[in-house]
């Protein structure tokens, strides 16, 4: 699980996202559960935690 660096989050655009998804699913394989590491930060806005489903369809 993982895929999406955390640290990070706030600052990243879709796009960036998205490659990091890319890149961690085809390392991963089959069984990969997309996340932004372990965490996101506490002090992520409602609009900065909204990005990653809204990138994946959720």
């Given at each position: 699980?993982?895929?999406?660096?955390?640290?990070q989050?706030?600052?990243?655009?879709?796009?960036?996202?998205?490659?990091q998804?890319?890149?961690?699913?085809?390392?991963?394989?089959?069984?990969?559960?997309?996340?932004?590491?372990?965490?996101?930060?506490?002090?992520?806005?409602?609009?900065e935690?909204?990005?990653?489903?809204?990138?994946?369809?959720a």
């Amino acid at each position: 699980m993982g895929g999406i660096d955390e640290l990070q989050y706030g600052k990243l655009t879709p796009q960036e996202m998205a490659a990091q998804w890319h890149a961690a699913q085809a390392a991963a394989g089959a069984k990969y559960l997309l996340a932004p590491g372990c965490s996101v930060p506490d002090n992520s806005t409602p609009a900065e935690l909204a990005r990653l489903p809204e990138l994946v369809g959720a």
